[in-house]
């Protein structure tokens, strides 16, 4: 069987989920870390990965630049970071798992979704949320007609989030990034609300 060959372009933070979850892919056999990407040479897993026969590189764009045979990216680096590098991934044909917010403008939300067609590949964002057991059971009621008409869904968020959360990255807690609102701490319930009120293609492809 031929492994897939991904590379993974944010290792700290969230982005350690991804390197589990693809280490887990490569101990069955079904895909090749090939590479990764994080600009602090002490980052999580950095070690581990290179020991695994990875090249490391300092940022996601010069790990496109540098893998040809790249097939797959999962790009969990800064928000305002995203686009430009599932830009540069999808305009060589290379298929992206994408961390949410996928993108910080409706412009590049569409530019992204334009090279999708272009390339015949995809860009899947990381609303993992939408896929919990209690959420698909309470969309199936909805569809069923069990709950009634939907008048409105009201989105709340009680996280409590420590120091620590805000102190782990310079973007952490900011209002804007690069001039573009973040929506950081609303992205979740922005796309479950949507999911819950309309269709899952939507959010999932195109949020």
Known sequence: MNRVRIGLAGIGGFGATHVAAASRLADESLVR???FADPRTDAPDAARLTQAGARGYHDGMALIEGEP???LLCVASPPHTHFAIAEAALSRGIHVLLEKPPCLRIQELRRLIALEAENDCFCAVGFHDVARPQIITLKRLLCEGA????RAVHAHARW???DRYYERADWSGRVEVDGALTLVQARRAIAMALGLGGSWLAVGRHL
């Open 33 to 35: 870390i090939i590479a």
């Open 69 to 71: 045979d790249l097939q």
């Open 147 to 150: 709950l009634g008409r939907i």
């Open 160 to 162: 409590i989030r420590t």
